[in-house]
């Protein structure tokens, strides 16, 4: 077996983590490129959503690289994700390649029984033993959870650092290193020295940076390739932002969710504008909102793949929490047909917008 | 002393120069033409003869192409053209509370309060309703351009057409045609279309409060003024240069960033006769493939931009403290 899965922001990382740790032999397609795009634009429905084409793009250049077995982890959620598996399973076996899926969902969708079995299907290549089974699970944790604190810090420090760019060149080092490494414990070994050294950085607590909350939909706001690689041009600009969404809240938030303890603080926040789940990340991107600006957030980008349900239904909630709070929110929305000048133009825009109301509020006090 | 300002447009690329007390000293409106680099020279060849490049005191560019416009003349501030379009608007009228700007490939509402912009929304796929789909169906029906507007003045009833998309627009309006609608009655109606278009699309969800500017090159149309001012029920205002805002908003944001500085990089007019070429290719460094575009001049290269991890030397850094001006 040669396992593969599609990308997504860092999750590469963990899953290289959990796959060395399991000694099962993988393939990790290139990261997302205008290739892997147009692979997937070209054999998709065209109204599809665009992590789906960018994923298709992924198999296809991970199977020209050897790989036959398809990890991924589907949803019984009402947003088109839960269909992404079967309708690529078909296309897969359609465009002629012969492909085992495996996926992963919520035992409460698919019976724990299923989960197991499926779990077993990557766990028994292995030929570890039980305990270092589990071990290489808890280190791909490890490395998830170390690469989005590293990433969050890089991110809010962004605004604060003396020289300019030391931010961004430390994260991009750290993601370079930590991919050629060979074991899960060099990895961690990796990630915990870079994060050292973000802690060390000479940054200016003086300065008062213009702060973002990226919020919107999951797979577009973790994905660089998405979203035109937003959060590096925030860094460029100077600015913090901060972004709730990521895979290390995924996993927390999918194992306390039978608990109904996950995410307290947004569900919390949401409620007065989006009371229920009304599938993908909505409630999360209402509630992030409110707390952002409650945090004193100078204001949010939502992104979104274009025909995104939960999330056009946000959009729409948003202008009044913009109007309640008095908190700009500008929504964009990504698709493979979407230019990068009107893009740039708009967040520019929309950073001038913040800098002049901060200048306005100052001067009239 | 005279301030320089480059709006590098889908289909236009304007020039203004303005002088001490903002007013507007000269003005050229050329096309793009897919060829940005030839427009500025074309400009700039216009400018030599009656400026000398030592009057200029900033130079400063916005619009789709300011980035490959400010590596070529030089400029002190590089900004995106909301923000120039409201410090244009602004420098006009203090009391402006929302502007409607339709460009050749976009159009534009940006929502002012207390002379700040509080809110503002671009066209994100479709183009109808943009200067470059009216300058197709005048070409269409035979008539000027210039002359678009007029014609939907002298209309006494509209024929509705549907202008939710540009492609069924266009057949609706053939189909108007061909049940014997006189001319000016479908131009008219086409306007009142991408009004309503404007209304539903972009400025969907922002209160439009007067005073209005109505700027861009579309507001040449008299007819999409008239259908504007029908539609909101208050007269809206079109500035003496509609057509050049852009370029006075990057002229007196150049101003303001070069003072602070105290110098400007203004490469001079010479660079009209120079030989300029850019050329793009695809960095195989990672696998980010990023499309670097490479601008030489007289053999000699003047800039990058393009690349994301800095290796191509790409100016994004410099942007950015522009940003900060």
Known sequence: MKATFPHMGNVYLAVKALLDGLGIDYV???????????????????????????????????????????????????????????????????????????????????????????????????????????????????????????????????????????????????????????????????????????KYISIDINKNPITIAIIGEIYTVIEPYSNFYIEEKLMDYGISSRRGLSPSWWVRNAALSPLKINSYKIRKNAKKYLSIPIGGHAVECIGEAVTASNEGFDGAIQIFPMGCMPEIVSKSILPTISKDLDFPVMSLVVDDMTGEAGYITRIEAFIDLLERRREDVLSRC | MFYLGVDVGSVSTDLVLLDNNMKVAEKIYLRTK??????????????????????????????????????????????????????????????????????????????????????????????????????????????????????ALKARTSVRIAGRCAVFAESDMIHKQQLGYNQSEIIRGLCDALVRNYLNNIAKGKTIQPKVLFQGGVAANIGMKKAFENALGFEIYVPEHFNMMGAIGAAIIAKKTSEKVGKTNFRGFELANNNIMSRSFECEGCSNKCEVVKIHENNSIIGYFGDRCGKWGSNSTKSANDLLA
């Open chain 1, 28 to 198: 990790i397609p290139p990261k997302n490129n205008k290739t892997a795009l147009d692979i997937g634009s070209l054999h998709s429905p065209e109204e599809i959503c665009l992590p789906y084409k960018i994923m298709i793009g992924n198999y296809v250049q991970a199977v020209e690289q050897g790989a036959d077995t398809i990890i991924f982890v589907g949803s019984c959620g009402p947003c088109r994700l839960g269909e992404y598996c079967e309708l690529q399973i078909n296309l897969m076996k359609k465009l002629g390649y012969n492909l085992n899926f495996i996926v992963i969902d919520y035992p409460k969708d698919i019976g724990i029984k299923e989960l197991f079995k499926r779990i077993n299907e990557i766990s028994g290549v292995s030929n570890k033993k039980a305990h270092e089974k589990l071990n290489a699970l808890l280190n791909a944790i490890q490395v998830i959870n170390l690469i989005d604190k590293i990433e969050e810090m890089a991110h809010m420090y962004a605004g604060y650092e003396r020289n300019k760019g030391e931010c961004k060149s430390l994260l991009n080092k750290c993601k370079n290193e930590a991919m050629q490494s060979k074991t899960p414990i060099e990895m961690i070994k990796i990630l915990k020295n870079y994060q050292q050294k973000l």
């Open chain 2, 34 to 151: 897919g060829n940005p680099i030839k427009a500025i020279q074309d400009g700039f060849k216009l400018l030599k003869d009656k400026f000398d490049g030592s009057d200029i005191a900033a130079a400063g560019t916005t619009g789709s192409g300011r980035m490959i416009a400010s590596s070529i003349i030089g400029a002190d501030a590089v900004k995106n053209e909301i923000t120039a379009h409201a410090t244009a608007a602004l420098e006009i009228d203090q009391d402006v509370r929302t502007i409607i700007e339709i460009g050749g490939q976009d159009s534009k509402i940006i929502v002012l309060n207390n002379g700040i912009v509080s809110d503002f929304a671009m066209n994100t796929v479709c183009a109808a309703g943009t200067g470059s789909f009216l300058d197709r169906q005048a070409e269409r029906l035979d008539i000027p351009i210039e002359k678009f507007g007029d014609y």
